[in-house]
């Protein structure tokens, strides 16, 4: 069983960068595509990003593009999402995911592909 656990959430000022790091114990993370999801409070969950096992494919939420990338060290079992130009409306609990599938490619990624999830990290933006 693949454990995930996120870090690097907190309170940041609008404009600011935050890097979220998804780290994986259990199984080897090179076997897993990893996403990337938020949910803000009274709102649904939403994809933020998503990144394959080789990490050649990668695929960002428009809300996103241009601000936030996602990368990965199979090597240190880590996913990293590098938020930049933070908003307020990026407020939410940030929860990593992964997929047993080296064939993932993330294209039409949605929670219900991922199978394991970390606990989450709170990631709140304001002045």
């Known amino acids: 069983q693949l454990q995930l656990v996120e870090s690097g959430g907190g309170l940041v000022q609008p404009g600011g960068s935050l890097r979220l790091s998804c780290v994986a114990s259990g199984l080897p993370l090179y076997f897993h595509a990893i996403g990337w999801f938020r949910q803000a409070p009274g709102k649904e969950r939403e994809g933020v990003s998503c990144i394959s096992t080789s990490g050649h494919s990668t695929n960002y939420a428009d809300s996103v593009k241009g601000r936030f990338t996602i990368s990965r060290d199979n090597a240190k079992n880590t996913v990293y999402l590098q938020m930049n130009s933070l908003k307020p409306e990026d407020t939410a609990i940030y929860y990593c995911?992964?997929?047993?599938?080296?064939?993932?490619?993330?294209?039409?990624?949605?929670?219900?592909?991922?199978?394991?999830w970390g606990q989450g990290t709170q990631v709140t933006v304001s002045a």
């Open positions: 995911a992964g997929l047993p599938n080296i064939d993932y490619h993330c294209s039409g990624y949605v929670a219900t592909d991922f199978g394991s």
